[in-house]
């Protein structure tokens, strides 16, 4: 899936990059937009996929936005 077509799925999208100039774990972020953390792991995951965020690996890694 395209960045476009989940930021579309996804209305957070761009909030969650906002978010991601700072690296933070996925439990502080979640925290930070009102989400569980299974449903924004999910959402990084496709948003990884698709190009706009590095760095979602299990084991506490930080994501991190590509800044395209």
Do not use: D, I
Request: aromatic letters at 2%.
């Amino acid at each position: 899936m395209s960045g476009s077509a989940h930021a579309a799925r996804y209305p957070r999208c761009g909030v969650a990059l906002e978010e991601l100039r700072e690296p933070a774990s996925v439990t502080v972020l979640a925290a930070r937009l009102g989400e569980s953390r299974q449903r924004l792991n999910y959402h990084l995951r496709e948003m990884e996929k698709s190009g706009l965020v590095l760095g979602c690996a299990v084991g506490g890694s930080r994501p991190e936005h590509r800044g395209h």
